[in-house]
């Protein structure tokens, strides 16, 4: 029996423009930081802070190495995300624990780097999951508080502790209800996630659905994107269920779709069309490398084992997208191409051509 396919996330969180949106987000965090790094340290000269005149350069190169790996798709978003909050995270404790050192003997406030916690409270559940997000925002708050009980107990002057202690408790106390802010909105955030994940997920197979593949479409649409559309439907379904029963015919579904979904190029994309068919929504391919690919789904498929079922085979029909074309019309003539193969006695590929159809020749 195959295995049980991947359950895939939200569809529309791993497709390239939203992929792309992200590797901008995070180039504009790291010019800003950079930046605002740059700023502190002109505004200081020339009487340097000596722990800003260290960490902000490192920090600042942290993070344009980071975004060095990030474009030439050396690391993912998420670890380059992941290592720029702990390098901010390491930085902000820091500071806090600097700040009682060097603070004028009169001093009765906290200074402005303690704003950068509130940075720190909500960015972190954009960083983590919900869960992971509440244990990463608890554990800088504890690290807060420990380290202004034992500057408030060892290096803060007698004369001034009691005005710290209270600006450390109300900076404290603000930490606290924006993590508890941020938690409440997080745990609403993923229940959202989830539905919207139910609503593009095809609960079956566990690869995307035909509303999520048409989502797809529209968005490289209004890009004017080229790509290619693969309508594919398994032959004689309808046996399978009546031979074997309709459990067994679910397994079959499941079953190619895994083998589907491990088969794609990055970029692409597997849906469940309707029924037994499938669309696949790829990067522009040549005739060849469609051929290649389809062909090697085909052998795949005849090789697989489904309980009773030993082997499936499939009608393929592919179309390119011209740019700015209507996808009803792409994914139109992938099914009239599939069609085609169907009537020529299955389990066989057929090409589109879009240059034909277009010109209504």
Known sequence: MSAQPRRLPDPSLHSPLWQEKQRRMFLLIVVLSVGASMAALWSQAPSFDLLD??????????????????SRSLIRFETALSAAFLGACLYVLL??????????????????????????????FYVYPPRHAVRAALAILGTAALVCVWHLSFTVPEATRLSLIGASVQFLMVGGVLVLIQATFGAQRAQLLATRTAALVDLLTGIANRRAAEERLRQLAARGAVYTVVLFDIDHFKQINDRHGHAAGDVVLRGVAQLAQTLLPQGGMVARWGGEEFLLILPVLGDTQVRRLLNTLRNELRQQRHGEVVGVTACFGVANAASGEVPETVVARADEAMYSAKQQGRNDIRLADWRRSATGA
Not at 97 to 121: D, G, K
């Open 53 to 70: 005149l260290w960490a902000l350069p490192l920090l600042s190169v942290m993070l344009l190495g980071l975004q060095l790996l990030l």
């Open 95 to 124: 500071a806090l624990s600097h700040q009682f050192r060097v603070m004028p003997p009169a001093a009765r406030t906290l200074s402005e780097n303690t704003y950068w916690f509130a940075v720190l409270y909500t960015s972190v």
